[in-house]
C-alpha cells in the first residue's frame, strides 16, 4: 500500500514536471522575463479590456476570418470540403495565429472551456491541412494548376507569388513574390509557445515544430540562401527554443537574422537596410519589419551576446528615440512605402505610425529592457500602452486604427488608412487583441537579486527569487490616480530587492528618454515612496529604478505617490512641423482635442497665455476618463474653453476633427496658415496593403 501510493505520487510529480515548461535563461540578459502565465491582471483600466478581448474581439475576428474565407480555406486543405477553390490573401494564417496567441493571453487571465475549444477546433483544422513535411500555408498549398489563371493578383512589376511550385522562393530582386511564409511562421510559433505555456497542450505546438523542422531543412544554418522575406520568423524560433529547449531553434534564428534580406525595396536609407543587422547604424526600412529585427537580434544578445550586435542596436535606437518617434510612440512616415522618414520629418497627420508598428516597437524596448535593465526602455513601453499602440483599437473591441495620426481633418477621411476605425481583418486588427491581452507581459522582470517592477498596473505575479517563491500584490487606478500599493508575501522572510520604475515624465524633463519632446515647465515631480508607511529618502536611482534591498516578510506594502500634474509638452526645434506648438500630458497619457468636446474649431485654436488647466474625471465618457479642460484663443482671436481627452479614445464618436498639437500663440497659426498644407492628409503612397 505504501509502496503504491509512493509510485502515485512519483509519477504525478514526473507528469507534471514533463508537462512544465522547461527554463532556457537567457545567459548575457541582465533581466529575465517573467512568464505571462505566472502573472494575473486585475486592473480597474485593463482587466475590463481584456474582458472586452476574451468575450468580444477575438469571436468577432473569427467571425469575420469566416466571411473572408480563411477558415474555408484550412477545410478545403484539411479535406473537410471537396470541390472549393482556395480564397487568395496576403499572409491569411498569419492572422488568425495572431488570434489564437490573443487567446491564449487571455486563458492565462481567465479559464474559458468555450474559447479553448474553438482554439481546439482551428488547431484540429490546422493539423489536417498541415503536409507530411511539416510545411502549413494555405496561400502556397495550392494545387499547382490551381493558381495559374487567378485574376487580380497580377500587377505591372508586383506579382504575389501562390501555390506549391513558389514556397520558399522569392528574392529581394522579385519581391514581393513568394512573400509572407517566414513571417507567418513566425506568428505560429509565438502563438504555439503562448498556448502551451497557458494550456499545456502540444496540439499547436507540435504544429508550429514540425514546420519549424520544415524550415530548418530548407534554410540549414550554414548554408547560403537568397529568400526575402520578414524578420518575424526569428522571435517565433526564439519563443519555440524557449519551451522546447532544442538548440536547433536558436541556431535558425540566428541564421536567419544575420543572413536573411528583411529589407523592402523601394530601399529609402541609401542601402542601410539591406545590410547585415550588425553593419546598421541607421534606422531605415519597413518601420514594422525593422522592429521586428531589432527585436529578434535583442534577444540573440540576450541568449549569446554578440556585442557587434550591441552596439548597432544602440545605434539603432537613439536613431529612433532622438530623433524620429512621435509623441505617441509612433514610428514609420511619412516616407513613402511604410517606411521611416529622415531624422526630424514628423508631421502629424502625414504619419504612417501604424498600430503594428506601435506595438512592435513596444516589444522591442521591453526586450531592450531585459538586456539592459535600463528604466529608459520601460518608458517607451509605457507611451506605447497607453497612447500609441492603445489607440488602435475601438473602446467597443471591434473597429480598428491602421495608421494612427496626431492630426485629422475631414479631408479623405473615407478609410483605415485615414483615421477611421473599420471593422476588418488584417494585420493590425489581428495584432492588436494579442498587445491587450497579453499586458502583463511587460509589468515584471527579475534577476538574480530581486523583482524589477515596470509598468504600474494592478496584478498578482508570483515567481521564484533566490531559490524561494515570492508573490507581490500591486493595487493602483493608474494612469489616473498617482497611489501605488505592492503588498509583499514571500513563503517566509527573505532578502531581496524590489527595485521600482520611477517613469521618465516624473523623473526627468520630459516623457522620452531624449530630447526630442520636453515639458515647458523645468517643474520636479515630488514623487515618494514609502515601507510599511515610513518615508524612504532615495538619494539616487538606478538606472532609472529605485532599489529596496531588505528582508522581506509577509504582509509588506511599498507604496509609491507619483503626482500627477497636466504639463505641456514642446517638440526639439528640429521638428518644423510641430514648432511653436505645443500639447498636453498628464502622467503617461498624451491628450487631443477632439471636435464633438469643444465648439470652436479644434484646428484653428492656441493656447491662452495663461491656460488655466485643470482635470476633472468624467465617469460616463467613453468609458470613463479624466478630461483636461483650460483656454484657448481661437481664429477670431476671442478666448474659448477647450476640453481635450485621452488620444487613445478619439475616434469613438463618428468622424470629427482632432489635434493633438495647438499653437502657442495665435498670430503663429495666422502666420503658418500657409505651411498647414504639411499636415493634410498624405497617404503613404504604399503599392498595396502587404504583410506587417
Excluded at 633 to 653: C, D, K, L
Aim: hydrophobic share 35%; with cysteine.
Amino acid at each position: 500500500m505504501i509502496r503504491r501510493s509512493w509510485l502515485i505520487g512519483f509519477i504525478a510529480i514526473i507528469v507534471i514536471i514533463s508537462s512544465c515548461v522547461k527554463k532556457n535563461e537567457p545567459e548575457y540578459s541582465t533581466l529575465i522575463e517573467i512568464p505571462f502565465n505566472q502573472v494575473k491582471v486585475h486592473d480597474n483600466f485593463w482587466s475590463p479590456r481584456i474582458r472586452s478581448i476574451q468575450d468580444t474581439t477575438i469571436y468577432d475576428l473569427v467571425k469575420v476570418a469566416e466571411k473572408q474565407g480563411k477558415i474555408e480555406n484550412l477545410r478545403i486543405l484539411a479535406g473537410r470540403k471537396k470541390g472549393e477553390k482556395i480564397k487568395l490573401f496576403v499572409a491569411p494564417d498569419s492572422d488568425l495565429w495572431k488570434i489564437m496567441e490573443a487567446a491564449s493571453y487571455s486563458l492565462a487571465w481567465n479559464p474559458d472551456p468555450e474559447l479553448e475549444g474553438l482554439l481546439d477546433d482551428l488547431i484540429e483544422l490546422y493539423a489536417g491541412a498541415q503536409a507530411e513535411d511539416g510545411y502549413i500555408n494555405q496561400i502556397f498549398m495550392l494545387p499547382d494548376e490551381d493558381h495559374l489563371h487567378r485574376p487580380g493578383w497580377n500587377r505591372p512589376g508586383f506579382r504575389l507569388g501562390y501555390g506549391s511550385d513558389e514556397r520558399f522562393k522569392g528574392s529581394f530582386e522579385k519581391w514581393p513574390s513568394g512573400l509572407g511564409q517566414l513571417y507567418s511562421a513566425g506568428h505560429l510559433m509565438v502563438a504555439a509557445a503562448a498556448h502551451y505555456r497557458v494550456t499545456g497542450k502540444r496540439n499547436l505546438l507540435d504544429i508550429a515544430i514540425k514546420k519549424a523542422d520544415c524550415i530548418y531543412r530548407e534554410f540549414p544554418p550554414g548554408k547560403h540562401f537568397d529568400y526575402a522575406d520578414h524578420p518575424g520568423l526569428g522571435l517565433g524560433l526564439i519563443k519555440l527554443y524557449e519551451v522546447t529547449s532544442d538548440e536547433r531553434y536558436l541556431e535558425l534564428a540566428e541564421h536567419i537574422i544575420y543572413n536573411g534580406n528583411h529589407a523592402r525595396p523601394v530601399d529609402l536609407g541609401n542601402q542601410e537596410n539591406p545590410k547585415s543587422i550588425d553593419e546598421q547604424r541607421k534606422a531605415w526600412g519597413h518601420a514594422v519589419c525593422i522592429n521586428y529585427l531589432y527585436s529578434g537580434a535583442t534577444d540573440l544578445c540576450r541568449y549569446l551576446d554578440k556585442p557587434e550586435t550591441r552596439i548597432a542596436l544602440d545605434s539603432l535606437w537613439h536613431s529612433i528615440v532622438d530623433r524620429r518617434i512621435y509623441i505617441h510612440g509612433g514610428v514609420g512616415g511619412p516616407g513613402p512605402h511604410e517606411q521611416l522618414a529622415d531624422d526630424w520629418i514628423l508631421p502629424p497627420a502625414a504619419t504612417y505610425s501604424e498600430s503594428c508598428a506601435n506595438i512592435a516597437t513596444g516589444e522591442w524596448n521591453h526586450r531592450m529592457n531585459l538586456l539592459y535593465g535600463d528604466a529608459k526602455y520601460a518608458d517607451i513601453m509605457e507611451m506605447e500602452a497607453y497612447n500609441g499602440a492603445l489607440s488602435g483599437i475601438s473602446l467597443s473591441g471591434t473597429e480598428y486604427f491602421y495608421t494612427n495620426p496626431l492630426y485629422a481633418d475631414l479631408n479623405n477621411r473615407d478609410g483605415y488608412r485615414s483615421g477611421v476605425r473599420t471593422r476588418y481583418l488584417f494585420c493590425c486588427p489581428s495584432k492588436l487583441p494579442g498587445f491587450v491581452a497579453g499586458i502583463n507581459r511587460w509589468i515584471y522582470a527579475r534577476d538574480n537579486s530581486g523583482i524589477y517592477v515596470n509598468l504600474f498596473i494592478g496584478s498578482t505575479v508570483k515567481t521564484e527569487v533566490g531559490g524561494k517563491n515570492v508573490t507581490i500584490v500591486q493595487e493602483t487606478d493608474y494612469p489616473w490616480k498617482e497611489k501605488v500599493t505592492f503588498t509583499v508575501q514571500p513563503d517566509s522572510p527573505h532578502r531581496f530587492e524590489m527595485s521600482i520604475r520611477i517613469p521618465g515624465w516624473a523623473r526627468t524633463n520630459g516623457c522620452f528618454p531624449s530630447d526630442i519632446y520636453r515639458f515647458d515647465d523645468n517643474k520636479k515631480i515630488d514623487w515618494t515612496l514609502s515601507v510599511n508607511g515610513e518615508i524612504i529618502e532615495v538619494k539616487s536611482l538606478e538606472k532609472g529604478y529605485v532599489q529596496i534591498s531588505r528582508k522581506w516578510k509577509p504582509g509588506d506594502r511599498v507604496e509609491l505617490s507619483l503626482p500627477m500634474p497636466v504639463r505641456q509638452v514642446c517638440s526639439h526645434p528640429n521638428i518644423e512641423a510641430t514648432r511653436d506648438k505645443v500639447a498636453l500630458m498628464r502622467g503617461p497619457v498624451l491628450y487631443c482635442l477632439e471636435a464633438p468636446d469643444n465648439n470652436f474649431n479644434v484646428l484653428d485654436a492656441a493656447l491662452a497665455p495663461d491656460p488655466e488647466i485643470e482635470h476633472e474625471y468624467i465617469k460616463d465618457l467613453l468609458g470613463g476618463v479624466p478630461i483636461v479642460k483650460g483656454m484657448a484663443i481661437n481664429s477670431g482671436n476671442e478666448p474659448v474653453q477647450f476640453t481635450a481627452i485621452p488620444y487613445y479614445a478619439w475616434q469613438n464618436r463618428g468622424i470629427h476633427e482632432m489635434t493633438v498639437w495647438m499653437y502657442q500663440d495665435i498670430n503663429q497659426l495666422k502666420d503658418n496658415k500657409t505651411k498647414n498644407a504639411i499636415n493634410q492628409q498624405n497617404p503613404n503612397e504604399t503599392i498595396m496593403e502587404l504583410t506587417r
